[in-house]
């Protein structure tokens, strides 16, 4: 079958048969984007949205975006752009890097967990013959920090070691061993200080604070950040038809992946840094290496290696990136530094060790009245993101449900342990744990179904949470109506044999942080996007967007060459260096594939337009009577009257050359104006409800996952390979949470598995079945209505295991990890409460529905309907958190209900009351203690 | 990780691994024997008791022996866990032990030779200087041991190691050859506490081969391994369990990481079967087993949990031999 050539003229060359040069004819052929297909492939409807007359269903409506739709990259499984680069060894990790004349750094780690250093003498490490340069704390007094609000790190320690393993000085050698050798010739005096491991400790007065505040500091203790945020009508909660106490205790986890930091830093010869690090977060590298080395940022190119996996793990400025700088500008060599696993756990940055509380009530129509969290945090030695943590413990709890009244408070706290910091499913995997499994709590004491009782209490798209957070599209009853038919829910859930267990979780979480972490200069956008494309017709991004596995320069080619209706292999997508990459925030909160696919696509948009200009010109025909399809440009009616993407390409580019566009993306201003409203803000949010089924073998404790229904909504699935991807390695991620990943401190604090054995990764035995269920709600300001997928999908793992278990057991477990020792205690303790003697006399919990049940399924099935006219925008009303409980959404809830609060301080008479967390509000900051003096 | 520098030998012949020994201790260097690595070398890296040299065993035919009765010290884990022609028992904990690329490399020699395991040992040399050492790697200090504190005449950490138990409920026997000869020991004789010392090898000699009884083909086998994940993790506690099918005093138990050296339960059969007319009552044999262990506090599960296994594996494991559910 035949159809449009691309290039004319292109391999027919300019010669004769008998080899002579045609008069006027060019020697060799025109450039061409035929290749070995020549031939346009027809439009591929099945991709187009049936809005702008394709196939493509779109059951959630309308998007801005279908009329870029082309058909091209768009919803189609395809590997990812570095996937061959990766496969043959041929991706240049961080320690992939060699320099010539490099030499190696190493770093002299704390042996105390908390210690004034008295002095250090260097100058046996100098006498060495082989070493190139030493540097400790006193070479870089400059303090910086991931959040502007908390630097609180130094290259090297200055003063003070916070934690055993943290940084003293470093040095560089001609090679490793003697770079060993000669950290164990440094002389320091120490004056040990009085250590904080348990974070309740860290809640009282110290005679030596780990970090001091000045006069924001609060009291003595060593409170990094503390939080209070109440929101509704509290007096719901006073008389409950159902409630849920649960106090939870998560061990900190680390993100475990496969690369090891490194670093290579060079002072070329024209004295300008160059620093090779896999980095999530190229960008704030870049700012931190301007403060820490008092050089400005554009003497600095932060050139981003393949990163070998981050998962929120190396998306802070690292100390030891300043330190090889360092080194570097000592020596006058490039200085390479790698780390070993056991520093990799040092500097950690891990999931926060957690203390969770969390009571929650129904009222008699199954309404869930409130939700009271106290969530005090572990932050280690330094505060990294906790700040962000510190909020995110409580505020990301408020969707997907409609809440009669939200309590929250939480406190960080400093301790002499590694850095906590943002790991995948930040701040809010912990508490989503806690409340799903209080959820099913209550269901079972109002004999109703776990699902059910979910269905009946979400709130619909384009609505309000009661922390003031917009929702836009919400695929949250889709992705659980599927597991439920996905995994027979109804035939199984409290009808398997002892042992065996099924249970349910559900998952919300940012599509991109609304505010950005530095927000300097005024307005800046938080993506930027540059594409060039020259004669030879290959399309050229440039992103700062860093890719770490997750495929986001993947992404990029694709919407590009959607847009530009091109085949992804002539989008090339440069995102290495910061002296190339337009400013991209970074790698975190789930916000490249939105932001930067927004920005690439009001990019592409550029392009194009500069194209069907050109073509306009050629054939005669408006824009918008031209269809783009395949490298080629042609009248909607009659594909014969075309031009090749080519022609018009060099059409457009005569007198000006390349074409150049660039695009950005800022997040709308949202939310509301309360202290930390900005935390947890976000233009679009991803939801998830996940079916797991358990083997709890109860003389042992021993809990295999088998089965695992993943429905993950992600607005519209750019690549779905990438989305199944992104599923499945979430459900490892979050099993080794549940199940046996922690970081242990043994009783003299130190950190006892910082190598892979210890540290319990799931192997590949333990992974279960899983089964990705894309749900695609179609976000109105998602790039072509997409979502995030990287980090939500980790959420809903834990509860729907931990409520599994339950399933198979009877026994309640608030543990984790749920390690065999942890769930054979649990089960021990109920025979004893139970008077049963073998564990294989134990009887599963059953369900009879009860009164309510009926009343729920109702609800959900009236809520189905307000949901898909929100969602397909027929019903465009105001909705927001309170209409379930009667009140009206155009009239401020306070002026409806006497005692609607809004608070981001606890009143006098609450203080007695907090939780853990909340008593760091009894202390006072320095400040105000001054005033009472 | 640096690996720290050693001299690696390679002899060729048994005798010529001897000689070596024997001159290298007459000069005063220390070494040690390697054959598949894969404990020794993940301690070299950590600086746990590096040498100055290192004898390859890789290179002596005869110890790659496998026979239904004889096992060299070279054959690998990979090569047991799919053999024909050893005992069953073996094939199963073989293929039970760390993971299958491990296992290409490790050996039968290296696993009953294993080191004693303990999470203030098994760690790098900067962390353990943060602990300021402990009994057993002192570093000239005379360090306490951090398991159980104030004494620094005992070492308790446990050997990991999972196939003496089963060599051992076989009765099993390993020849060991020296500078001054070879002998043939029980292989419960062949360990002796305490961590430290871990068995009876003096120095300069190495095991050589394992030699099983004719009878050991008649007999029922089976292996019950607790670990938290399939790969990868050394037991937590472990029970080999065999008998000659309806012959309860043929009974044998032994156990495994839940003290400083693998154990064989004798005694305690024998006064079950004692007390029981000879007939084996499952349940209360696996209490005595139980009761008959003390692990301490140095792997990944906690002590008290892992003594409660025993019970239950032993259970299991008796239940596998007498074909019960």
Redesign the interface.
């Known amino acids: 079958m035949g159809s449009y050539h691309q290039q004319p003229g292109s391999n027919k060359g300019g010669q004769r048969r008998d080899g002579k040069r045609v008069a006027g004819k060019q020697a060799f052929p025109p450039p061409g984007s035929g290749g070995s297909e020549p031939e346009m492939r027809p439009r591929d409807l099945d991709f187009i949205p049936e809005t702008v007359g394709g196939r493509e269903p779109k059951p959630a409506g309308d998007h801005i975006h279908d009329r870029d739709r082309t058909g091209t990259a768009v919803g189609k499984p395809m590997a990812l752009v570095d996937s061959n680069a990766k496969v043959t060894g041929q991706a240049w990790y961080g320690d992939d890097v060699r320099l010539k004349g490099e030499a190696i750094g190493k770093i002299l ?4 967990h908390y210690a004034r250093i008295k002095s250090i003498d260097t100058s046996r490490v100098e006498a060495l013959p082989g070493v190139l340069a030493v540097a400790t704390g006193e070479d870089a007094p400059n303090r910086f920090g991931v959040l502007p609000v908390t630097k609180d790190e130094h290259a090297m320690a200055v003063e003070k070691v916070r934690h ?2 943290d940084l003293v000085a470093c040095v560089a050698a001609v090679d ?2 003697t770079a ?1 050798q000669a950290l164990s010739l440094f002389d320091i005096e120490w004056e040990l200080l009085e250590p904080v491991f348990d974070p309740k400790k860290g809640l009282e007065d110290h005679d030596e604070p780990i970090h001091w505040r000045g006069k924001y500091h609060l009291a003595r203790t060593n409170v990094q950040k503390r939080v209070f945020q109440e929101f509704g009508d509290r007096s719901l909660v006073k008389t409950p038809h159902a409630s849920s106490h649960g106090s939870w205790t998560m061990a900190g986890v680390h993100h475990g992946f496969t690369e090891p930091h490194a670093v290579v830093a060079h002072w070329d010869p024209n004295g300008r840094l160059q620093l090779y690090t896999p980095q999530q977060v190229p960008h704030y590298t870049h700012r931190a290496l301007s403060t820490v080395l008092d050089v400005p940022m554009h003497q600095i190119n932060v050139v981003r290696t393949f990163v070998g996996g981050g998962f929120g793990g190396k998306s802070d400025p690292f100390p030891h990136e300043m330190c090889a700088a360092i080194l570097a500008r000592k020596a006058g060599r490039p200085i390479r530094i790698t780390f ?1 696993r ?1 520093e990799v756990y040092w500097i950690n940055r891990g999931r926060h060790p957690s203390h969770i509380d969390v009571k929650m009530t129904a009222d008699e129509e199954g309404r869930i009245s409130g939700f009271d969290i106290d969530a005090l945090i572990d932050g280690g030695g330094f505060a990294s993101f906790g700040h962000v943590t510190s909020y995110y413990n409580g505020v990301l709890a408020t969707a997907p449900y409609e809440l009669g009244s939200f309590h929250y408070t939480g406190a960080r706290v400093w301790t002499n342990k590694p850095a906590s910091g943002a790991m995948r499913g930040h701040g809010a995997v912990n508490t989503r744990c806690a409340v799903e499994v209080g959820l099913d709590e209550m269901a079972e004491q109002m004999a109703v179904d776990p699902i059910d009782l979910r269905l009946a209490n979400l709130l619909p798209p384009h609505s309000r949470t009661i922390s003031g957070f917009r929702i836009t599209s919400n695929g949250m009853r889709e992705a659980l109506t599927r597991v439920r038919e996905g995994s027979d829910w109804d035939n199984k859930f409290r009808q398997l044999p002892l042992g065996k267990g099924i249970g349910i979780g559900c998952g919300f979480f940012i599509s991109g942080s609304g505010l950005p972490i530095h927000w300097d200069p005024k307005n800046f956008p938080h993506a930027t996007v540059h594409i060039q494309v020259d004669m030879d017709g290959g399309v050229t991004v440039h992103t700062g967007a860093a890719d770490i596995g997750q495929g986001s320069t993947t992404a990029v080619a694709q919407v590009v060459a959607e847009v530009l209706a091109l085949p992804v292999e002539m989008i090339h997508v440069r995102s290495h260096e910061s002296d190339t990459s337009p400013v991209d925030l970074g790698s975190y909160s789930s916000r490249v594939t939105f932001m930067n696919a927004n920005a690439a696509i009001r990019a592409a948009i550029g392009i194009r337009d500069q194209l069907l200009k050109a073509a306009w010109e050629m054939l005669g025909y408006h824009p918008n009577v031209l269809v783009l399809n395949d490298r080629r440009i042609y009248y909607k009616h009659d594909p014969a009257i075309g031009v090749s993407y080519l022609q018009a390409l060099h059409k457009a580019q005569e007198d000006t050359g390349a074409l150049i566009a660039r695009g950005a993306y800022r997040s709308p201003p949202m939310g509301g104006v309360h202290k930390g409203a900005a935390a947890g803000l976000a233009p679009a949010y991803s939801f998830s409800a996940y079916v797991a089924e358990v083997d709890v073998d109860v ?3 021993k809990v295999s996952c088998t089965n695992v229904w993943a429905a993950h909504d992600c607005g519209k699935a750019l690549n779905p390979l990438a989305v199944r991807g992104q599923i499945i390695g979430s459900c490892h991620m979050g099993l080794g949470q549940v199940l ?1 990943e922690k970081m242990v401190y ?1 009783r ?1 604090g ?1 950190l ?3 190598n892979l ?2 540290y ?1 990764i ?5 992974m279960p079945h899983v089964e990705p269920i894309i749900v695609e709600s179609s976000d109105p300001e998602g790039p072509f209505g997409a979502k995030e997928a990287g980090e939500g999908p980790l959420l809903p793992i834990l509860p729907a295991v931990v409520n599994a278990v339950y399933d198979a057991t009877g026994v309640r477990m608030r543990d984790l990890p749920l ?3 942890v769930v ?2 649990g089960i021990q303790k109920h025979l004893k409460k139970t008077g049963v003697d073998d564990p294989l006399d134990l009887t599963p919990p059953t369900l009879t529905h009860g009164p309510l049940q009926k009343g729920l399924v109702e609800r959900a099935k009236e809520h189905e309907v307000r949901d898909r006219l929100r969602q397909r925008s027929e019903d465009t009303s105001a909705y927001v958190n309170g209409v379930l409980f009667g009140f009206d959404p155009n009239i401020p809830l306070s002026e409806q209900v006497e005692g609607w609060r809004e608070a981001d301080e606890p009143l006098p008479e609450q203080l007695a009351e907090l939780g853990f967390a909340g008593r760091a509000w009894l202390k006072k900051e320095q400040r105000h203690m001054e005033d009472d003096a | 990780m640096l690996m720290p520098p050693f001299e690696l030998h390679h002899p060729k012949s048994v005798a010529e691994a001897c000689e070596l020994a024997g001159s290298l201790l007459e000069q005063g260097q220390a070494f040690d024997w390697v054959a598949g690595g894969t404990d020794v070398l993940p301690n070299y890296k950590w600086r746990i008791n590096p040498k100055p040299h290192v004898i390859s065993l890789a290179g002596i035919p005869d110890a790659f022996t496998l026979s239904a009765n004889e096992i060299g010290c070279m054959v690998t884990l990979d090569t047991l866990s799919s053999s024909e022609i050893v005992h069953s028992l073996l094939r199963e904990a073989a293929s039970k032990v760390a993971s299958s690329l491990i296992r290409k490399s490790a050996t039968v020699g290296g696993n009953l030779c294993l080191d004693t395991r303990c999470f203030w040992y098994n760690q790098s040399e900067d962390w353990r200087r943060s602990i300021d050492w402990c009994h057993k790697a002192d570093c000239g200090t005379g360090a306490d041991c951090r398991v159980i504190p104030n004494q620094n005449t005992l070492c308790v950490a446990t050997y990991q190691g999972d196939l003496a138990p089963n060599f051992m409920v076989l009765n099993a026997s390993v020849l060991i050859v020296g500078p001054n000869g070879e002998r043939t020991i029980e292989l419960p004789s062949f360990y002796q506490l305490d961590g430290m010392k871990k068995n009876i090898l003096e120095e300069g000699e190495f095991l050589l081969k394992v030699i099983l009884p004719e009878d050991a083909s008649q007999r029922e086998g089976c292996y019950q391994k607790l670990r938290v994940r399939e790969s990868w993790d050394f037991p937590e506690a472990g029970i080999a369990a065999s008998w000659i099918p309806g012959q309860s005093e043929t009974l044998q138990i032994a156990s495994t990481a839940l003290e400083s050296i693998p154990k064989e339960h004798s005694e305690q059969i024998r006064q079950h079967l004692e007390s029981n007319d000879g007939s084996i009552d499952i349940k209360s044999m696996s209490i005595s087993i139980q009761k008959s262990v003390k692990p301490v506090n140095n792997t990944a599960l906690p002590p008290r949990y892992r003594r409660s296994m025993v019970n239950t594996l032993t259970k299991r494991a008796l239940k596998g031999i007498m074909k019960e559910n």
């Not at chain 1, 780690?109 to 105390?112: K, L, V």
């Not at chain 1, 799931?762 to 333990?766: A, K, M, Q, R």
């Open positions: 780690r704390s042996p105390h055993v393993g490793e061993a060993i070993d056991e003389e042992t404790g046996s043994g003299t130190h006892q598995n910082a054995l210890e319990k799931p192997s590949v035995h333990e390690t065999p020792d054979y205690k």
